[in-house]
């Protein structure tokens, strides 16, 4: 089978330096703040029957184009974690600010009505952790996950000179995505 076929690229729409540019970043989302689109949603119960809400973000610009992070949104009874559940609705456009206060926003009920519609700048950092292999082998990985703010409005000033696309690519154009597990 011709190599182009068995890998499905099309090379006319690709452009080097992009690629080049993806390889480098490596195989997880460099540190650092990345213009992204939100992809995915769902919601989850974990075995201790706390529930989350687990967000897919696809940075759409920059060296890490492409590459998707996973974020997990714990329900939780302190103020700190429902606040941030609120922070990420609020910059989603799941509610919208009127003056002091956060109101819903009509026809949005949850993150999955925002999908592949809200753009954010994700901001990730690098944690390490270590894991046992099927054979016992302790081995040591670093996953890509977004700082405890993790994202920030398209307006933000920290993020002015972050690489941004105007449009968001469509889901089904996008590169197949690169998993960063959490």
């Known amino acids: 089978?011709?190599?182009?076929?068995?890998?499905?690229?099309d090379v006319a729409t690709m452009n080097v330096a992009e690629m080049e540019d993806q390889i480098k970043a490596g195989p997880i989302p460099p540190e650092g703040l990345h213009h992204a689109?939100?992809?995915?949603?769902?919601?989850?119960?974990?075995?201790?029957?706390?529930?989350?809400?687990?967000?897919?973000?696809?940075?759409?610009?920059?060296p890490a184009k492409g590459m998707t992070v996973k974020e997990s949104l714990w329900n939780s009874d302190e103020a700190k974690g429902k606040n941030r559940v609120l922070?990420?609705?609020?910059?989603?456009?799941?509610?919208?600010?009127?003056?002091?206060?956060?109101?819903?926003?009509?026809?949005i009920n949850d993150f999955g009505d925002v999908i592949n519609k809200a753009q954010c700048f994700i901001d990730i950092k690098h944690k390490k952790r270590t894991y046992k292999t099927d054979k016992g082998e302790e081995r040591e990985t670093t996953d890509a996950i977004l700082?405890?703010?993790?994202?920030?409005?398209?307006?933000?000033?920290?993020?002015?000179?972050?690489?941004?696309?105007?449009?968001?690519?469509?889901s089904s154009a996008a590169p197949k995505p690169k998993y960063a597990e959490l």
């Open 1 to 9: 089978m011709p190599l182009l076929e068995e890998l499905g690229v």
């Open 37 to 62: 689109v939100l992809r995915g949603f769902r919601e989850g119960t974990a075995n201790t029957g706390r529930k989350f809400r687990e967000l897919v973000f696809e940075i759409i610009a920059g």
């Open 87 to 107: 922070l990420f609705a609020h910059r989603l456009g799941v509610l919208k600010r009127d003056g002091e206060k956060l109101v819903p926003i009509a026809g």
């Open 147 to 170: 700082s405890f703010e993790g994202i920030m409005p398209m307006d933000d000033k920290r993020a002015a000179n972050v690489a941004r696309v105007g449009a968001v690519p469509p």
